[in-house]
């Protein structure tokens, strides 16, 4: 999941007010998120091993590169060695001599692969967040010389939801590319831990320590999992991402177009589909529109899985949304519920869905490697809605007339019951957004703050 804009606001004023010593779970994650999205690209040392029915030991090494969105994957498993690569023109596999530019359902599975690891590697607290909304509030924090270790405190239930949720993840991508398929509703979760350090300086990830164990049925038989793995990690220091040499017959043997650079023509068709496909995407976010999302989505030949894709889109927006409003106000008050949260949510989502906005142009950019699309939007200014409220709610805590419970409670109703007034739309903005095509009528948007933040601004 790309960044999810923030409360920004909110966030200042809570740590404005919060106590000072170890940081919290909540605190700590949030300066982590902060840090690794500065990040520019990353070399990750793993080492790992699986005991079940094939046990192995593994070592290798991925880099990524967030803004080109390339990435490296190379592993030595029981001796063997297999290399990876994809970036947006060419996807390469290299598997002990055979080198070749892999196409077709093969380029599918391996670009799944490498962007599955890159959005793990780029910030794996975000990454496991997917599954369980409320993960960044629940890791004991200790302290050590220079660096912060966050150590997961899941109930029983949270652990093995992730990781039944992350098998099935990695098991949808591998059935692409293996004849052995595996019953993802079969999958059952045993456990789970994680444990990250966090350097005190940088606030950046230094090394994860994950361990798993589940339950899967492959052609109808059971077998088990119970794996380990450990990530080490180096920032900026790539110049580019190692690209695996190709031999010339394998590469010429390749007949995919895909794996070419467009001509003009298919530019220009393949950046009216990213329009298209950004259009859709506000339509499930700001709008929470799934069936706008379908009918606007450049891919009408499989509804059902656009569907899908819709209602995710739909459902992340709501859940980073209310965790992010949480996690501002969390050393402040434990006790926010459900229901707060909700009504927080529906609220902004009643002052977004009065913003306008137009899809203008989109081409493809040489400099970006990326298809952008220029979107005007009249937006609100959200900093001046929050600070209506949040102004004189300030100076009444100061002045000792509130408790932090009583602060909490009253800066919710205030807020949602300003969300549900009239906003002010600015005047209008074009803003460029920035698209990946990953294969045919599929796309990506790399940062969806490029919109969304001039849909709800923050200055």
Request: charged fraction near 35%; glycine fraction near 6%.
């Given at each position: 999941m790309k960044k999810i804009m923030n409360t920004g606001l909110a966030l200042s004023f809570a740590l404005l007010l919060s106590a000072c010593g170890m940081p919290s779970s909540e605190e700590l994650t949030g300066d982590v998120k902060e840090a690794q999205e500065k990040v520019k690209n990353v070399q990750v040392k793993v080492t790992g091993k699986e005991e079940g029915s094939s046990d192995y030991k593994a070592n290798g090494v991925q880099e990524?590169?967030?803004?080109?969105?390339?990435?490296?994957?190379?592993?030595?498993?029981?001796?063997?060695?297999?290399?990876?690569?994809?970036?947006?023109?060419?996807?390469?596999?290299?598997?002990?001599?055979?080198?070749?530019?892999?196409?077709?359902?093969?380029?599918?599975?391996v670009t799944a692969l490498i962007n599955?690891?890159?959005?793990?590697?780029?910030?794996?607290?975000?990454?496991?967040?997917?599954?369980?909304?409320?993960?960044?509030?629940?890791?004991?924090?200790?302290?050590?010389?220079?660096?912060?270790?966050?150590?997961?405190?899941?109930?029983?239930?949270?652990?093995?939801?992730?990781v039944a949720d992350d098998a099935k993840a990695y098991y949808k991508i591998t059935n692409q590319g293996s004849d052995t398929a595996v019953d993802l509703d079969q999958i059952k979760g045993k456990d789970f831990s994680l444990v990250v350090t966090i350097d005190k300086e940088t606030k950046q990830v230094k090394k994860v320590e994950k361990k798993q164990s589940y339950s899967v049925k492959v052609d109808g038989k059971a077998e088990n999992s119970k794996s380990k793995q450990t990530y080490t990690y180096t920032y900026n220091q790539l110049d580019n991402v190692t690209k695996p040499k190709v031999e010339a017959k394998a590469a010429a043997a390749s007949t995919d177009s895909s794996t070419e650079t467009p001509s003009k023509e298919k530019q220009a068709a393949y950046a009216k589909e990213a329009g298209q496909y950004v259009a859709a995407l506000i339509q499930a976010t700001v709008y929470q529109n799934t069936d706008q999302f379908v009918a606007k989505h450049p891919n009408q030949q499989d509804k059902k899985q656009v569907k899908e894709k819709g209602e995710f889109q739909k459902s992340s927006f709501v859940e980073f949304f209310e965790t992010n409003f949480k996690g501002a106000l969390s050393s402040l008050s434990s006790n926010i519920t459900d229901e707060q949260l909700n009504e927080v949510s529906s609220a902004f989502l009643k002052a977004l869905s009065s913003i306008k906005y137009t899809i203008k142009d989109a081409a493809y950019s040489d400099e970006d490697d990326a298809y952008v699309v220029q979107v005007e939007i009249q937006g609100f200014n959200d900093a001046s809605v929050l600070a209506e409220v949040m102004t004189p709610l300030g100076e009444k805590y100061r002045a000792g007339e509130l408790s932090n419970e009583q602060l909490v409670n009253e800066l919710i109703d205030g807020v949602a019951k300003?969300?549900?007034?009239?906003?002010?739309?600015?005047?209008?903005?074009?803003?460029?957004?920035?698209?990946?095509?990953?294969?045919?009528?599929?796309?990506?948007?790399?940062?969806?703050?490029?919109?969304l933040l001039t849909f709800a601004q923050q200055s």
């Open positions: 990524f590169d967030f803004k080109s969105k390339a990435g490296y994957i190379n592993t030595r498993m029981n001796g063997e060695e297999l290399k990876m690569y994809h970036d947006g023109d060419e996807t390469l596999a290299v598997a002990g001599e055979e080198s070749t530019k892999v196409q077709g359902e093969e380029k599918k599975y599955n690891a890159m959005e793990l590697q780029q910030n794996p607290i975000r990454y496991y967040q997917k599954y369980d909304k409320n993960l960044p509030n629940e890791f004991d924090v200790t302290e050590k010389d220079k660096e912060y270790v966050l150590t997961f405190n899941g109930d029983k239930d949270k652990k093995q939801k992730i300003r969300y549900r007034e009239p906003v002010e739309l600015l005047p209008a903005k074009t803003v460029p957004v920035h698209v990946v095509r990953n294969g045919e009528k599929d796309y990506e948007v790399l940062m969806q703050d490029e919109y």
